[in-house]
């Protein structure tokens, strides 16, 4: 393993995340998602679930919804894993779900194999998988381009005249609230439930049976600023939820939260939907996300890798220079921005997990 604790490869990465939740006597579940990563691993979706009263709250830590985001996902669900095994275990019921989105994780996506925003495609029973914002279509040609990427295409520019045109939360809004009708677009949710969310709907409900409260941390990176955390929600906050969210994530943690989430709302995000299925009679949600470069150089990295993956060769070298520059906007190389989230995502689930133990 790499001395920084990050493992790119999916099959290793998971291979190491079993290993960790083995030592430490928890039991492991895997669902298959179909399909084979790019060494022929079947796709899983990973439980790692310790030993515990059944009437104790749980902590959730997710990774990997965004696909190749699980590579950081991952390193802090191992560290952890690996770091507990020497005492310190928390109190409580501990559920870590290993990349949500396996084929994004394995083929270097944040998709899945149809082309899902996995955190897109969680819509309730009565929402419908169609429609988009109005001002999506207009920015299709910018955002998908119908050919294989150049390095120089002008994006950074025409994206600042479209924000000019539109005003930054407009154009924010167009391309994170998610569409449903353009499937090989970014930030496609997809036109019925996904694997993982199929997955999820049956396994989720087993994972937490009886727990009083549930505390959900989900694992992303790529929004905010380089190495700092955030915490955000996606649904809205009742009384009793937002007394629940200070008491386990802290006392700022929710009007941040809230502040942050206030300028556009995603359709389909997996948090809205987890809260709605009232698996517990508290369930605590938070996307903890973790700021890597700039929201264009973002958007580019991902505009470019979607290009690559419809309109050129898998093995074509602007396909995979397009999948190197994803990986780095998702994690990137740097020492410094790999230990110190690596740092503050440990210590932030180990001080959830001592909180919730506490009551
Ligand atoms: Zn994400």
Not at 7 to 35: T, Y
Not at 54 to 78: C, D, K, T, W, Y
Not at 290 to 307: A, H, I, S, W
Request: proline content about 7%; overall charge neutral; glycine content about 10%.
């Amino acid at each position: 393993m790499p001395a920084d604790g990050f493992v790119s490869d999916f099959a290793d990465a998971r291979d190491r995340f079993r290993a960790a939740a083995a030592a430490l006597g928890w039991r492991l579940e895997n669902h298959a998602v179909g399909g084979m990563g790019p060494r022929g691993e079947t796709l899983t979706i990973d439980a790692a679930l310790s030993p515990g009263d059944p009437a104790m709250p749980v902590l959730v830590v997710s990774s990997g919804v965004h696909g190749v985001e699980g590579i950081f996902g991952s390193a802090v669900q191992a560290r952890l894993l690996e770091t507990w095994r020497d005492g310190g275990a928390p109190d409580v019921r501990v559920v870590f779900i290993h990349a949500i989105n396996p084929y994004g994780f394995a083929w270097r996506r944040r998709t899945d194999a149809d082309n899902v925003d996995v955190n897109r495609n969680f819509l309730l029973p009565d929402e419908p998988y169609a429609g988009s914002p109005a001002s999506y279509a207009e920015l299709d040609g910018l955002l998908n381009p119908r050919r294989p990427p150049a390095r120089w295409d002008g994006f950074r520019a025409r994206a600042v005249m479209a924000i000019a045109r539109h005003g930054m939360p407009a154009l924010r809004r167009a391309v994170a609230t998610g569409q449903y009708d353009f499937p090989r677009g970014l930030f496609f949710g997809g036109s019925r439930p996904s694997a993982p969310h199929e997955i999820l709907a049956e396994q989720l409900p087993v994972w937490t049976h009886g727990a009083p409260a549930v505390v959900h941390l989900d694992l992303h990176t790529g929004l905010g600023e380089h190495g700092a955390c955030h915490l955000l929600v996606d649904f809205p906050v009742d009384d009793a939820l937002a007394a629940a969210f200070t008491r386990w994530l802290g006392p700022d943690a929710l009007s941040a939260a809230n502040a942050r989430a206030a300028g556009y709302h995603a359709r389909g995000g997996f948090g809205r939907w987890c809260v709605a299925q009232q698996l517990a009679p508290t369930y605590v949600f938070a996307y903890a996300e973790f700021g890597t470069y700039g929201p264009l150089t973002v958007l580019d990295r991902l505009r470019k890798e979607n290009q690559a993956y419809h309109w050129a060769e898998p093995d074509a070298a602007c396909t995979i220079q397009a999948k190197r520059r994803l990986v780095d906007a998702f994690c990137p190389p740097s020492t410094r921005w790999r230990s110190d989230t690596l740092a503050y995502a440990v210590e932030l689930v180990s001080s959830t997990a001592a909180r919730l133990s506490r009551g």
